[in-house]
């Protein structure tokens, strides 16, 4: 049985997240908070045993305690991760196409794209295209944002 | 029989031939290109289901699976990366070959099994499902939660060497299927406030995220833009001793990839292993394995592709997804408003029909695609992952916002996904989500109707003979990780 060197932390975070849940069951009605009450303490019980076997494992030596990702690239994908989260927060308010074409720009500089046609054009083309499929073929409207009106 | 013609007149018209073919060569790509998975193909195309009918919508995503798993191949072989998990076998041997100048020769041996594998399985759903869901008429509450457990307790033991973690992960994310109003007096529950989540969790989103993103993410592990060396395809021929010598080996390794994909979670990169294993136990030529054996591509081609029909038997006739993208169709389904077991085969035998007969149709169309493609493999395969990871993200985003027009599905996606790649790093299995996720509704309200059912002792649901059945293969399940334990440390002292 393979053990990390995060497994704690995470189990941690688990055990917090699943306290948020049991502070909550009160205010649902007892009939329903048997199921789930179940569930949070077979969860727990996992925990536990989860964080039984990585004390066994680190005793015996059997942790990999590298990470899993290179370290110089955890902020890289950081800040990628970061992008996406803003991407996505302000396609509401700033629409898909012009969001999604600087997106686009931003990205493929970002992940050294050296090609300044399809940093410029790629972005444009797939923006567009993805508008055209989605409105005329999926019926669906995608966000217009500042293009309220023009769209 | 009438059921099957009527599959028949629905699969050949020409909007579906095309979207069976746009299916498999998305499909096609998305195996194709390292780092990419079937799983991943049909978690970005569902959204684009959504508009069509259910029985074209099903016909794509068969596409994009079939498709998928095949694609794997490709890069096995012209690269030496296998695409996908599954096709690590193929590498092997494929590399081989290509070194030796018969990469053409190894990419049409691996279209043509690949192609004999996915009929074969498609003929398995076609005559096995009905019958599977025959048995599901029989089927009531009690069993329902048996199945449920069944479903979700092979995808944890599965989780090779993590059966911990698989656990652990898939009584989490039953938690979170109870997210929103409970079964029983619709009251919301764990809402936290949240209108959005009184529907519970968006399912297609998260399996969006959680099947696309960590790639994404996974690519940017890697400095720079690694530009592969791809081999030259070469001229594309097959022998017809390579099949009058294998006949039994491929249909050895059609008939492991059908059973195993069967078996919940038990997905194509098992069956593949398995069969190239038996193909090596049984072949007279041991010292060609792993310096291109023919009989090792077969194999290992042969019983991948096989899992795919395998894979929805027990999702048509149950609702208990066989392997990953299996879940995700589930999930199309349920948009869909297509609910598995037997009443799906009657009072929707129209669409299942379709998909099944389409299903047979597709894995024939994959022979003329992938030789087709292969021809082009060599300019798919370079397309930096600058690109692909840009295309992913916007797809994502876009495919998870069509689902219901909500930004807050387009947030849970991202969750999910980063939730999704820390997950993996950490060797935690994501399958238990996809499958806690989608049986845990079922699950309650299977619980809370047999305690309507047995009110002085629950208990008495085991008096029943289905019920039996599917405890035993509960049973079975959990001890399986010991069982397989064993029967290696036995193997192994047997060869030394």
Known sequence: MKSRKWDPLICVVLALILLVFVSQLKSTKPIARIYPTVIIICSYVMIALTLVQWFINWKKGNIDMESSIPKNRIVYILVYCLVILAYVLLLDTIGYIPLTIIFGIFSLIYLKSKNIVVIVVLPIVTTFLMYFIFSNFLFVTLPPGLLKGIL | ?496
């Open chain 2, 1 to 496: 029989m009438s059921n099957i013609l009527i599959g028949f007149v629905n699969v050949f018209t020409p909007f579906n031939i095309l979207i069976m073919f746009a299916g498999l060569l998305a499909g096609i790509i998305f195996g194709a290109l390292p780092g990419f998975s079937a799983t991943m193909g049909v978690a970005v195309f569902v959204p684009f289901s959504y508009a069509l009918d259910p029985e074209t919508a099903l016909l794509l995503l068969s596409g994009v699976y079939c498709g998928g798993v095949y694609g794997g191949s490709i890069p096995a072989i012209l690269l030496g990366i296998p695409g996908t998990p599954a096709s690590a076998p193929t590498a092997m041997e494929g590399r081989a070959l290509t070194r030796r100048g018969e990469s053409g020769h190894a990419l049409a041996l691996c279209t043509a099994a690949s192609s004999f594998g996915g009929v074969m399985s498609a003929l398995a759903l076609l005559f096995l499902a009905p019958v599977l869901a025959i048995i599901a008429l029989r089927v009531g509450p009690p069993e329902q939660i048996m199945i449920a457990v069944f479903g979700l307790s092979v995808v944890s033991m599965l989780s090779e060497g993590n059966m911990l973690k698989g656990l652990l992960v898939g009584f989490v994310s039953l938690l979170l299927a109870t997210i929103g109003q409970d079964p029983q007096v619709g009251f919301p529950r764990f809402t936290f406030g949240n209108l959005n989540l009184y529907a519970g969790v968006s399912l297609v989103p998260i399996l969006i995220g959680i099947f696309s993103l960590p790639e994404v993410f996974s690519m940017l592990e890697e400095e720079g833009e690694a530009f592969l060396e791809v081999a030259s395809t070469g001229k594309m021929y097959l022998k017809l001793e390579d099949f009058t010598k294998n006949q039994f080996n491929l249909i050895r390794s059609t008939l492991l990839g059908i059973g195993i994909g069967i078996v919940p979670a038990a997905g194509p990169d098992i069956a593949a292993f398995l069969a190239y294993n038996e193909a090596k136990k049984a072949s007279t030529h041991k010292e060609e394995f792993g310096s291109g054996s023919i009989e090792g591509i077969l194999a290992s081609e042969a019983a991948n592709n096989a899992v795919t029909g395998g894979s929805l038997i027990p999702l048509l006739a149950l609702g208990i997804p066989g392997s990953a993208p299996a879940a995700i169709f589930l999930g199309a389904m349920y948009i869909h408003g297509l609910r598995p077991g037997s009443q799906l085969f009657t009072s929707n035998a129209d669409i299942v029909y379709t998909l099944l007969v389409g299903f047979v149709v597709i894995n024939i169309l994959m022979f003329f695609m992938g030789w087709f493609f292969c021809k082009f493999a060599k300019f798919v395969l370079v397309i930096p992952k600058s690109i692909l990871a840009t295309m992913i993200v916007i797809l994502a985003t876009v495919g998870s916002f069509a689902i219901n027009k909500s930004i807050f599905d387009v947030l849970q996606m991202y969750i999910a996904g980063v939730i999704g790649y820390i997950m993996i790093k950490n060797d935690y299995p994501v399958s238990p989500v996809a499958l806690a996720l989608l049986l845990g509704g079922m699950l309650e309200t299977s619980i809370s109707q047999t305690a309507v059912m047995y009110p002085n002792n629950i208990f008495e649901m085991f008096s029943r003979p289905y019920t039996i059945v599917f405890s035993i293969l509960v049973i079975l399940s959990f001890a399986w990780p010991f069982i397989s334990k064993k029967m290696k440390k036995t193997s192994s002292k047997a060869e030394a």
